[in-house]
């Protein structure tokens, strides 16, 4: 499959707005050494994150808690519990997937204000997930495994199919994503079996209590 050139104006990308109890990804943080880290987890309904609790996790993924200082974090999804080592200044998705394997993601999340940052979760069993652009005829992201994950930072603004394929095979897609300047989406498979979903999120942070 031909590659995405990140140089193309077509290649571009965005998301929806937050709701209403999360903050652009955007916005200025404090500390420039936090860290942040975020539960990607399509069969939970609730989450925790050190302090941070999630009782309504929608379309399996909670905005980034701001981590300050702390050199381990303890997450909970579901009945996944695992306690993780994190570095400053960096992006981090903890992934579950179909048969309950989770794994830290580190997210190579930009926040270029001329750019939009996509990132793509495989939770599924297909060995190798690749995120697919029909408009650019191009792969956006490849070679995703089950239980992780893949980013790239793409120009904006453009509305944009994307499809979600297991070789050359469409397995799920998401049509008509927004994508704008200064935000980004989280795009997630999940199924078994021959049976798969995707689903569309903004990147957003929790706000601070």
């Keep these: 499959m031909k590659r995405i050139h990140l140089t193309l104006p077509f290649l571009i990308l965005a998301a929806s707005t937050v709701t209403a109890q999360d903050a652009s990804l955007y916005e200025d943080v404090a500390n420039p050494n936090s860290s942040f880290v975020r539960v990607v987890d399509a069969t939970a309904s609730v989450a925790v994150i050190q302090a941070a609790s999630f009782d309504r996790v929608e379309k399996g993924v909670t905005p980034y808690v701001v981590i300050d200082g702390d050199k381990e974090v303890r997450i909970t999804s579901g009945e996944t519990s ?4 994190i570095q400053p200044a960096t992006f981090y998705s903890f992934v579950v997937g179909a048969d309950g394997t989770s794994a830290l993601v580190v997210d190579k999340i930009t926040r270029n204000p001329a750019q939009a940052d996509v990132t793509f979760y495989n939770l599924s069993d297909i060995a190798l997930a690749n995120l697919y652009v029909p408009q650019a005829k191009a792969v956006a992201i490849e070679g995703v495994a089950p239980s992780s994950g893949g ?13 979600i394929r297991d070789g050359e095979t469409v397995v799920a897609s998401v049509p ?8 980004g989406v989280a795009i997630v498979l999940s199924g078994t079996g021959g049976t798969y979903t995707a689903t569309v999120s903004p990147n957003a942070l929790a706000k601070q209590p």
């Design 176 to 183: 008509a994503v927004a994508l704008k300047r200064r935000e």
């Design 82 to 85: 695992a306690t993780e080592a």
């Design 151 to 163: 980013a790239v930072a793409l120009k904006a603004p453009l509305t944009l199919d994307f499809e």
